[in-house]
Protein backbone atom coordinates (compact mmCIF):
# COMPACT_ATOMS: atom_id res chain seq x y z
CA UNK A 1 0.00 0.00 0.00
CA UNK A 2 2.78 2.15 1.16
CA UNK A 3 4.75 1.92 -2.57
CA UNK A 4 1.18 3.17 -4.65
CA UNK A 5 1.34 5.93 -2.40
CA UNK A 6 4.32 7.28 -2.51
CA UNK A 7 4.75 6.41 -6.41
CA UNK A 8 1.23 8.12 -7.04
CA UNK A 9 2.95 11.17 -5.09
CA UNK A 10 6.53 10.81 -7.10
CA UNK A 11 4.36 10.86 -10.02
CA UNK A 12 3.97 14.70 -9.63
CA UNK A 13 7.46 15.28 -10.09
CA UNK A 14 8.23 13.45 -13.22
CA UNK A 15 9.12 15.41 -16.08
CA UNK A 16 6.21 14.51 -18.01
CA UNK A 17 3.61 16.75 -15.79
CA UNK A 18 6.30 19.44 -14.82
CA UNK A 19 7.39 19.88 -18.67
CA UNK A 20 3.73 20.04 -19.75
CA UNK A 21 2.77 22.26 -16.42
CA UNK A 22 5.76 24.67 -17.27
CA UNK A 23 4.87 25.18 -21.07
CA UNK A 24 1.07 25.68 -20.20
CA UNK A 25 2.65 28.72 -17.81
CA UNK A 26 4.88 29.90 -20.36
CA UNK A 27 2.15 30.44 -22.88
CA UNK A 28 -0.41 31.86 -19.73
CA UNK A 29 1.60 34.24 -19.32
CA UNK A 30 2.58 35.24 -22.89
CA UNK A 31 -1.51 35.32 -23.62
CA UNK A 32 -1.77 37.41 -20.27
CA UNK A 33 0.46 40.20 -21.49
CA UNK A 34 3.25 39.52 -19.03
CA UNK A 35 5.50 38.95 -21.30
CA UNK A 36 8.63 39.79 -19.17
CA UNK A 37 7.47 37.40 -16.57
CA UNK A 38 7.53 34.21 -19.12
CA UNK A 39 11.04 35.48 -20.39
CA UNK A 40 12.39 35.12 -16.87
CA UNK A 41 10.26 31.68 -16.25
CA UNK A 42 11.71 30.29 -18.94
CA UNK A 43 15.46 31.74 -18.03
CA UNK A 44 14.89 29.82 -14.58
CA UNK A 45 13.34 26.41 -16.60
CA UNK A 46 16.30 26.62 -18.81
CA UNK A 47 18.12 27.26 -15.79
CA UNK A 48 17.41 24.52 -13.93
CA UNK A 49 17.23 22.21 -16.60
CA UNK A 50 21.01 22.96 -17.71
CA UNK A 51 22.01 22.95 -14.17
CA UNK A 52 20.74 19.30 -12.98
CA UNK A 53 21.79 18.13 -16.31
CA UNK A 54 25.12 19.06 -15.97
CA UNK A 55 25.30 17.75 -12.08
CA UNK A 56 23.76 14.24 -13.33
CA UNK A 57 25.97 13.96 -16.44
CA UNK A 58 29.79 15.21 -13.85
CA UNK A 59 28.88 13.37 -11.05
CA UNK A 60 27.21 9.82 -13.12
CA UNK A 61 30.13 10.20 -15.52
CA UNK A 62 33.64 10.32 -13.66
CA UNK A 63 33.14 13.56 -10.89
CA UNK A 64 31.96 10.89 -8.01
CA UNK A 65 35.38 9.32 -8.14
CA UNK A 66 37.37 12.53 -8.47
CA UNK A 67 35.18 14.90 -6.17
CA UNK A 68 35.18 11.79 -3.76
CA UNK A 69 30.92 11.83 -3.05
CA UNK A 70 28.83 9.60 -2.54
CA UNK A 71 26.28 12.25 -4.67
CA UNK A 72 25.89 9.84 -8.13
CA UNK A 73 22.53 11.30 -9.42
CA UNK A 74 20.76 14.84 -7.98
CA UNK A 75 17.45 14.42 -8.01
CA UNK A 76 15.61 16.20 -11.04
CA UNK A 77 12.32 15.44 -9.71
CA UNK A 78 13.09 17.90 -6.47
CA UNK A 79 15.07 20.52 -9.08
CA UNK A 80 12.31 20.84 -11.62
CA UNK A 81 9.56 20.31 -8.91
CA UNK A 82 11.18 22.69 -6.87
CA UNK A 83 11.20 25.23 -9.69
CA UNK A 84 8.12 25.14 -11.57
CA UNK A 85 5.75 24.31 -8.28
CA UNK A 86 7.32 27.19 -7.43
CA UNK A 87 7.09 29.63 -10.06
CA UNK A 88 3.03 28.65 -10.43
CA UNK A 89 2.38 29.30 -6.32
CA UNK A 90 4.59 32.36 -6.70
CA UNK A 91 2.32 33.22 -9.79
CA UNK A 92 -0.69 32.78 -7.53
CA UNK A 93 0.47 34.89 -4.30
CA UNK A 94 1.18 37.45 -6.73
CA UNK A 95 -2.47 37.79 -7.66
CA UNK A 96 -3.88 37.21 -4.26
CA UNK A 97 -4.84 39.05 -1.55
CA UNK A 98 -2.45 40.17 1.17
CA UNK A 99 -3.81 38.01 3.71
CA UNK A 100 -4.19 34.80 1.81
CA UNK A 101 -0.59 35.25 -0.29
CA UNK A 102 0.60 32.30 2.10
CA UNK A 103 -2.01 29.56 0.94
CA UNK A 104 -0.71 28.95 -2.72
CA UNK A 105 2.74 28.82 -1.35
CA UNK A 106 2.21 26.48 1.60
CA UNK A 107 0.48 24.17 -0.37
CA UNK A 108 3.46 24.08 -2.98
CA UNK A 109 5.97 23.75 0.18
CA UNK A 110 3.91 20.81 1.04
CA UNK A 111 3.93 19.05 -2.21
CA UNK A 112 7.42 19.66 -2.36
CA UNK A 113 8.24 18.42 0.89
CA UNK A 114 6.06 15.03 -0.01
CA UNK A 115 8.08 14.97 -3.41
CA UNK A 116 11.12 14.55 -1.90
CA UNK A 117 10.47 12.57 0.93
CA UNK A 118 9.13 10.11 -2.03
CA UNK A 119 12.37 9.96 -3.90
CA UNK A 120 14.37 9.11 -0.59
CA UNK A 121 11.12 6.64 0.66
CA UNK A 122 11.09 4.98 -2.94
CA UNK A 123 15.15 4.52 -2.80
CA UNK A 124 15.44 6.32 -6.21
CA UNK A 125 17.69 8.83 -4.52
CA UNK A 126 19.77 9.76 -1.17
CA UNK A 127 18.92 12.64 1.36
CA UNK A 128 22.18 14.31 -0.31
CA UNK A 129 21.10 13.96 -3.69
CA UNK A 130 17.33 15.27 -3.02
CA UNK A 131 19.23 17.89 -1.14
CA UNK A 132 21.40 18.92 -3.90
CA UNK A 133 18.49 18.74 -6.44
CA UNK A 134 16.52 21.30 -4.06
CA UNK A 135 19.34 23.64 -3.96
CA UNK A 136 19.36 23.58 -7.74
CA UNK A 137 15.89 23.97 -8.07
CA UNK A 138 14.98 26.50 -5.53
CA UNK A 139 18.30 28.37 -7.08
CA UNK A 140 16.38 28.71 -9.96
CA UNK A 141 13.32 29.79 -8.76
CA UNK A 142 14.85 32.51 -6.89
CA UNK A 143 15.34 33.84 -10.37
CA UNK A 144 12.11 33.92 -11.09
CA UNK A 145 11.12 35.33 -7.81
CA UNK A 146 13.81 38.04 -8.36
CA UNK A 147 11.86 39.31 -11.34
CA UNK A 148 8.41 39.33 -9.70
CA UNK A 149 9.63 41.31 -7.09
CA UNK A 150 11.48 43.74 -9.24
CA UNK A 151 8.37 44.20 -11.64
CA UNK A 152 5.01 45.40 -11.23
CA UNK A 153 2.48 42.57 -10.99
CA UNK A 154 0.21 42.05 -14.06
CA UNK A 155 -3.55 40.96 -13.22
CA UNK A 156 -3.94 37.07 -14.41
CA UNK A 157 -7.04 34.93 -14.74
CA UNK A 158 -6.27 32.95 -11.47
CA UNK A 159 -9.29 30.59 -11.93
CA UNK A 160 -8.27 29.99 -15.76
CA UNK A 161 -4.16 29.13 -14.78
CA UNK A 162 -5.99 27.14 -11.75
CA UNK A 163 -8.14 25.01 -14.35
CA UNK A 164 -5.93 24.30 -17.19
CA UNK A 165 -3.01 23.63 -14.36
CA UNK A 166 -5.57 20.84 -13.10
CA UNK A 167 -6.43 19.53 -16.46
CA UNK A 168 -2.27 19.08 -17.27
CA UNK A 169 -1.50 17.16 -14.12
CA UNK A 170 -4.74 15.16 -14.19
CA UNK A 171 -3.83 14.29 -18.11
CA UNK A 172 -0.18 13.39 -17.14
CA UNK A 173 -0.16 11.73 -14.27
CA UNK A 174 0.99 8.57 -14.17
CA UNK A 175 3.03 9.29 -17.67
CA UNK A 176 6.83 8.62 -17.66
CA UNK A 177 9.31 10.42 -19.85
CA UNK A 178 12.64 8.33 -20.56
CA UNK A 179 15.06 11.59 -19.86
CA UNK A 180 16.94 9.10 -17.32
CA UNK A 181 18.00 6.57 -19.78
CA UNK A 182 18.58 9.54 -22.06
CA UNK A 183 20.90 10.67 -19.56
CA UNK A 184 22.59 7.25 -18.64
CA UNK A 185 23.25 6.46 -22.12
CA UNK A 186 25.26 10.13 -22.32
CA UNK A 187 27.01 9.14 -19.26
CA UNK A 188 27.39 5.37 -20.83
CA UNK A 189 29.66 7.27 -23.61
CA UNK A 190 31.89 9.56 -21.93
CA UNK A 191 32.63 6.81 -19.46
CA UNK A 192 33.48 4.67 -22.38
CA UNK A 193 35.57 7.59 -24.39
CA UNK A 194 37.08 9.53 -21.60
CA UNK A 195 40.08 8.03 -20.06
CA UNK A 196 40.34 10.06 -16.72
CA UNK A 197 36.65 8.29 -16.27
CA UNK A 198 37.28 5.13 -16.60
Not at 36 to 42: C, D, E, I, K
Not at 113 to 142: K, M, N, Q, T
Not at 181 to 195: E, G, K, S, T
Request: hydrophobic letters at 60%; glycine letters at 8%; proline letters at 4%.
Amino acid sequence: MLPNFWNFITDFGDTAVTLPLAALMLVFLLFSGWRRAALSLAIALAACGVAIGLAKLALESCGQPLLHTQITSPSGHAAVSATVYGSLAMLFADNSAAGRRWVPIAGAGLLLAAIAVSRIVLDAHSLSEVAVGLAIGLAALALFYRYLEAEPAVAIRGLWLALGAVTVIALMHGARWPIEQFIRAIVHLIRHNVPSCT
